[in-house]
T-cell receptor, first 113, second 113 residues
Framework: DAGVTQSPTHLIKTRGQQVTLRCSPK?????VSWYQQALGQGPQFIFQ???????QRGNFPDRFSGHQFPNYSSELNVNALLLGDSALYLC????????????FGPGTRLTVT | TQLLEQSPQFLSIQEGENLTVYCNSS?????LQWYRQEPGEGPVLLVT?????EVKKLKRLTFQFGDARKDSSLHITAAQPGDTGLYLC?????????????FGQGTILTVHP
């Protein structure tokens, strides 16, 4: 049974560029959440998708947007990249009825230069 | 805004010692999770506690949820080098924030052989 998968593993971008990160949830899960983890910090909630809609959103600007597809996979898009966007981006999946129990993927390490 | 404070931030001990990590908040949570994260990987769910006063054991790890559901602790007995990692607590308060996890800043544990 495959767990949560994310791609790419690492990414280097330049300030001002745009980036798309991808996530496939664990089998049987229908809800995907995205988190940003800066070095030495705990993850910060970005948003959550269920039934292809954004259900919850954290304190992140509109430059951060997402999408969920009918097969429950998800994308995180970040526009106009800033140096401060450099972080580990984590995807977590869950069942909506048990959305507090989230299973994380390995993350995508984004470096903005 | 809910906050979770973990203490200590850093813990360096010898193999065989016992330790306790604390997670405190002024807010009530519907559930609280403990995760362990290794460098370059996503957090791995260790346990979920949902009832005030609940105690759960996972081999040498004991997790407790405070009676008021505002705090939690993780106790490790006879620590081993394999316990080394970043320990994170995360709370979810249900209601309008259902599924949104708030993380503490983490405790970096190093167990020396």
């Amino acid at each position: 049974d495959a767990g949560v998968t994310q791609s790419p593993t690492h990414l280097i971008k330049t300030r001002g560029q745009q980036v798309t990160l991808r996530c496939s949830p664990k089998s049987g899960h229908d809800t995907v959440s995205w988190y940003q983890q800066a070095l030495g910090q705990g993850p910060q909630f970005i948003f959550q998708y269920y039934e292809e809609e954004e259900r919850q959103r954290g304190n992140f600007p509109d430059r951060f947007s997402g999408h969920q597809f009918p097969n429950y996979s998800s994308e995180l898009n970040v526009n106009a990249l800033l140096l401060g966007d450099s972080a580990l981006y984590l995807c977590a999946s869950s069942q909506f009825r048990g959305a507090y129990e989230q299973y994380f993927g390995p993350g995508t390490r984004l470096t903005v230069t | 805004t809910q906050l979770l404070e973990q203490s200590p931030q850093f813990l360096s001990i010898q193999e065989g010692e016992n330790l306790t990590v604390y997670c405190n908040s002024s807010s009530v949570f519907s559930s609280l999770q403990w995760y362990r994260q290794e460098p370059g990987e996503g957090p791995v769910l260790l346990v979920t506690v949902v009832t005030g006063g609940e105690v759960k054991k996972l081999k040498r790890l004991t997790f407790q949820f405070g009676d008021a559901r505002k705090d939690s602790s993780l106790h490790i007995t006879a620590a081993q080098p394999g316990d080394t990692g970043l320990y994170l607590c995360a709370g979810e308060d249900g209601g309008t924030s259902y599924g949104k996890l708030t993380f503490g800043q983490g405790t970096i544990l190093t167990v020396h052989p």
